[in-house]
T-cell receptor, first 110, second 110 residues
């Protein structure tokens, strides 16, 4: 298996633009997680899905953030409109029992 | 929510030295993992260890779930061991939320 695949690896966008981050989990895993990492706040769980259903989105910062998992092999995290304070590394992870992380998307909002 | 504390926060070692990293958690957990975040930002699985002891080469880990702590041992450290070591736990049953500690930043000097 290729592991958890995230795209893009880097994204630079202007404030106010829509940003979509993508994730392909490991085949057979039933849980998917979106995390955000910043120097100030460390690794924060934004949302997680179990069997494609959002279970806990209490970490989503505000309504500008949304996440979907239309099927077992794909998830998106969307920020609309983006703001400079959204700049961070966004990780996707999937698990069956043990969690595995993708390589992350480094988002810069200018 | 559950608190996950790691110590020490920072550690500098000479190549070849041994070290012990600690993870304390404030409530019972179902899952516990150790990760290494390398200088390029990748989060690499080290151990899935909700209880007991495991070894993988120069690394080993022990979790004493009843006393709510886990230890990561690094022996004969190498410069490639540098990075941040995270402990992540899943509390209780019926949830899959991985909560991360604040990490131990390790620098191994040649």
């Amino acid at each position: 298996d290729a592991g958890v695949i995230q795209s893009p690896r880097h994204e630079v966008t202007e404030m106010g633009q829509e940003v979509t981050l993508r994730c392909k989990p490991i085949s057979g895993h039933n849980s998917l997680f979106w995390y955000r990492q910043t120097m100030m706040r460390g690794l924060e769980l934004l949302i997680y899905f179990n069997n494609n259903v959002p279970i806990d989105d209490s970490g989503m910062p505000e309504d500008r953030f949304s996440a979907k998992m239309p099927n077992a092999s794909f998830s998106t995290l969307k920020i609309q409109p983006s703001e400079p304070r959204d700049s961070a590394v966004y990780f996707c992870a999937s698990s069956l029992t043990e969690a595995f992380f993708g390589q992350g998307t480094r988002l810069t909002v200018v | 929510g559950i608190q996950v504390e790691q110590s020490p926060p920072d550690l500098i070692l000479q190549e070849g030295a041994n070290s012990t990293l600690r993870c304390n958690f404030s409530d019972s957990v179902n899952n516990l993992q150790w990760f290494h975040q390398n200088p390029w930002g990748q989060l690499i699985n080290l151990f899935y260890i909700p209880s007991g002891t495991k070894q993988n080469g120069r690394l080993s880990a022990t979790t004493v779930a009843t006393e709510r702590y886990s230890l990561l041992y690094i022996s004969s450290s190498q410069t490639t061991d540098s990075g941040v070591y995270f402990c992540a736990v899943v509390r209780g049953s019926g949830t899959y939320k991985y909560i991360f500690g604040t990490g131990t930043r390790l620098k191994v000097l040649a």
